[in-house]
C-alpha cells in the first residue's frame, strides 16, 4: 500500500520543480483558470439578476421590457465571453506547460543516458531506460493538465461561497455542507486510487522491458522456436498490466458518479428549501435560482480536483523513476590536454587493472595489471579465449570506460587527462556488434558529421575503398542514398561489418581499434582491408582483437591475455614456437573456423 502523506508530500514536490521549470506558462495557465473560476460563479449571478431584472418583472406587468431583455443579454454575453477566454488561456497554456516540461525532461534523461558509463547502463534493461525517457516523463507531468482547472475550481468555490452568503445565508449553508463533502470524497478517491495507478504505472515499465526483449532478441526467439513461449511470456505480463488498468478504470468509475451526484443533490436541497422560503418572501426567487445554478455548475469543474489527485500517485512515481536516472552518479572526467599529433598514435597500457560491476553492484575483475606498447603505425593482434579481456582492452583504447589502476596513453597522455571529445578525434573503435541505424549507406557512414560533407564524396569513396566496400555499395539501387533498413538488415553481415569499418576510417583516425570487426567478411577480403590500413598514407596504428590465423599472421605484434593478464607477447612465429598455450589456442581457432566453413559447404563432418 502506498504512504499516503509521503505520496501528497512527494506530490507537492514534484509540482513545484514543475512550476520552476515552466513558471511563465503555468502563470498564464492559472490566470485563466482564475477567470474561468470566477467567471463561472459570476455566470449565476448573471443569470440570478437577469431572473430579477427581465423573467420576474413581466409577470406582475403583463408585458416584457425589451430594454431590460438586452441588458440582461449583454450581461450574459459579457460574462460567457470572459468565461471562454479564460478556458482558452488555461487550456492552451497548460497543454504548453504539460508538452514543454516532457520536452525538457526527455532531453535531460537522453543526455544523463550519453553521460552515464557503461557499466551503468549494463545494470538497467534498455526496456527500462525506454520507458524512463517516454512513458515516466510524461507520467510525471501529465498532471500540469487538471491542475490549472482545479486551482481555478478553488476559486470558484470561494467566490460561489461568497455569493451565497451574500443571496441567501440559509441557502449558503446547504453549500457550506455540500463542500466538505466534496472534499472528503476526493480524498477518499486519492486514497483509493494511490496504488493502483503506481501499480500500473510500474507494470507499464515491466511491459516494456519484455516488449523490448521480444524485438532485440527476435532472431533467437524464431531459430529456437520460442514464439509462443514468448508471446505467453509477453500477454502474462500484459494481462497484469489490464487488470490493474481496469481496477484503476473500476475505481474511477465508482467515484466519478458520485461526485456528480453531490452537487446534483445540493441543487434539489436548495430548491427544496428555497421553494418554501420564496413563498413566504423571506427570500427572492431570482437568490434562489442564483444559488440552485451554481450547484448545477459544479459538477464537472469540481472533478478536477479529483483528477490531480489522481493523478498524483502517477506522478510521484514517474519522478521517482526519472529522478533516479537524473541522480545517477559516474560517467568520465576530462582534462585540458589535446591529441594534436600527426599520423599514426604510440599507444601504452601501463599496469592497468580493471573491473565490472554485475546487476547487484559487485565488482567482477577483468583486467589485472595489463602492461604493454603498441608502436605508431604497427599493428597488433591481441588474442585470448573467450572471457580473457580482449574486449575490455578496446574499450579502454577507446576511453569508453576508465582504468581501475594503472593509465592508457596516446603519445604518452593519459586518457582521463584529455579533453572531451579529444580521445575520439584520434581514437576510432569498430565494436564486435556491429549497428547501423535505419538510414542511408552515406548517413551511417558519416553520422550527421558536417566535417566529412563534400560535393562528391569523395572522403566516404576513400573510406569505403579502404574498407572493401566500395563495390559492393556501388552496386547497391541507389549507391550512397540506398536505405540500409533497421541495424541493416538489408545488408550482409559482412557488408554490415565494412560499413561500420569504412564509418571509422572516414574519420581518419590516428588509432584504430578493431574488436573481432571483420569476423563476418572473407578472409582475403579480411587480408586486404588489414593490407591497405598498414599502406595508409597517412600512417595509422591498428589494434585488432583477432581470432583467424591469417588474420593475427599480418600483425607486427600478438599479445596473448589469459584471465584478464598479459601472459606471453611476441610475433605470431615467435608464439607459434614458443607458447604451447597460444599454438592451442590458435590452432583451436582454426579448427572451428574450418568446420564452420565445411557446414556451410554442406560437407560432412
Request: glycine letters at 10%; hydrophobic letters at 50%.
Amino acid at each position: 500500500m502506498t504512504d499516503r502523506p509521503y505520496t501528497l508530500r512527494r506530490g507537492v514536490f514534484v509540482l513545484g520543480q514543475g512550476i520552476r521549470r515552466a513558471p511563465g506558462t503555468f502563470a498564464v495557465a492559472v490566470v485563466g483558470s482564475t477567470l474561468y473560476g470566477v467567471m463561472t460563479a459570476g455566470t449565476a449571478w448573471a443569470l440570478g439578476r437577469g431572473t430579477a431584472a427581465v423573467i420576474t418583472p413581466p409577470f406582475p406587468a403583463g408585458r416584457l421590457d425589451a430594454g431590460r431583455l438586452a441588458g440582461g443579454a449583454g450581461l450574459m454575453s459579457a460574462v460567457v465571453l470572459l468565461l471562454v477566454v479564460g478556458v482558452v488561456l488555461r487550456r492552451v497554456a497548460a497543454g504548453r506547460t504539460v508538452y514543454d516540461l516532457g520536452a525538457i525532461y526527455r532531453r535531460r534523461v537522453t543526455a544523463q543516458y550519453l553521460r552515464l558509463p557503461l557499466s551503468w547502463h549494463g545494470r538497467h534493461p534498455a526496456g527500462q531506460l525506454l520507458s524512463n525517457a517516454n512513458a515516466d516523463v510524461e507520467a510525471t507531468w501529465q498532471v500540469f493538465a487538471p491542475l490549472p482547472m482545479a486551482i481555478g475550481v478553488v476559486v470558484m468555490l470561494v467566490v460561489a461561497a461568497v455569493s451565497m452568503v451574500l443571496a441567501d445565508p440559509v441557502l449558503a449553508l446547504i453549500g457550506l455542507c455540500v463542500f466538505p463533502i466534496v472534499f472528503v470524497v476526493n480524498v477518499l478517491f486519492q486514497r483509493r486510487m494511490s496504488p493502483r495507478v503506481t501499480l500500473a504505472q510500474q507494470l507499464r515499465a515491466d511491459v516494456s522491458d519484455v516488449a523490448h526483449e521480444s524485438f532485440e532478441g527476435a532472431m533467437v526467439i524464431k531459430a529456437m522456436g520460442r514464439e509462443a513461449g514468448e508471446t505467453a511470456r509477453f500477454a502474462t505480463t500484459a494481462h497484469r498490466l489490464r487488470a490493474a488498468n481496469i481496477d484503476v478504470g473500476r475505481t474511477r468509475g465508482v467515484f466519478d458518479p458520485i461526485m456528480e451526484a453531490i452537487p446534483s443533490l445540493g441543487t434539489l436541497a436548495v430548491l427544496a428549501v428555497g421553494a418554501p422560503r420564496v413563498a413566504s418572501g423571506a427570500t427572492t426567487a431570482a437568490d434562489v435560482v442564483q444559488v440552485a445554478y451554481l450547484f448545477s455548475l459544479l459538477a464537472f469543474p469540481v472533478r478536477a480536483l479529483g483528477w490531480v489527485l489522481g493523478e498524483l500517485p502517477r506522478s510521484v512515481v514517474g519522478w521517482d523513476r526519472v529522478d533516479a536516472v537524473l541522480r545517477a552518479t559516474g560517467g568520465l572526467a576530462y582534462g585540458e590536454a589535446t591529441l594534436v599529433g600527426v599520423g599514426a598514435a604510440a599507444v601504452s597500457l601501463q599496469h592497468v587493472d580493471f573491473a565490472h560491476v554485475d546487476v547487484e553492484g559487485r565488482a567482477v575483475p577483468a583486467l589485472t595489471d595489463v602492461t604493454f606498447d603498441v608502436a605508431p603505425g604497427s599493428t597488433t593482434a591481441v588474442v585470448g579465449a573467450t572471457g580473457s579481456g580482449k574486449s575490455t582492452i578496446t574499450a579502454l583504447l577507446a576511453r569508453l570506460v576508465d582504468p581501475d589502476r594503472g593509465s592508457v596513453s596516446i603519445d604518452g597522455v593519459d586518457l582521463r587527462e584529455v579533453v572531451e571529445g579529444g580521445v575520439a578525434g584520434a581514437a576510432s573503435l569498430v565494436a564486435q556488434q556491429t549497428f547501423l541505424f535505419d538510414d542511408t549507406v552515406r548517413g551511417n557512414i558519416t553520422l550527421g558529421d558536417p566535417t566529412l560533407d563534400d560535393p562528391d564524396d569523395r572522403r566516404v569513396w576513400a573510406a569505403l575503398r579502404l574498407a572493401q566496400a566500395d563495390a559492393f555499395v556501388a552496386g547497391l539501387a541507389h549507391g550512397l542514398d540506398t536505405q540500409v533498413g533497421e541495424r541493416g538488415t538489408t545488408l550482409s553481415g559482412g557488408q554490415r561489418q565494412r560499413i561500420a569499418l569504412a564509418r571509422a576510417l572516414v574519420r581518419r583516425p590516428r588509432l584504430l581499434v578493431l574488436d573481432d570487426a571483420t569476423s563476418a567478411v572473407d578472409p582475403h577480403v579480411e587480408a586486404a582491408i588489414l593490407a591497405g590500413l598498414r599502406g595508409a598514407g597517412d600512417g595509422t596504428t591498428v589494434v585488432v582483437v583477432a581470432y583467424r590465423k591469417a588474420t593475427i599472421a599480418l600483425a607486427d605484434d600478438v599479445v596473448l591475455v589469459e584471465h584478464g593478464r598479459v601472459i606471453d607477447r611476441g610475433s605470431h612465429a615467435d608464439l607459434s614456437r614458443r607458447s604451447a598455450p597460444y599454438r592451442h589456442l590458435v590452432e583451436a581457432y582454426e579448427r572451428e573456423a574450418q568446420a564452420r566453413a565445411d557446414a556451410e559447404a554442406g560437407v560432412p563432418a
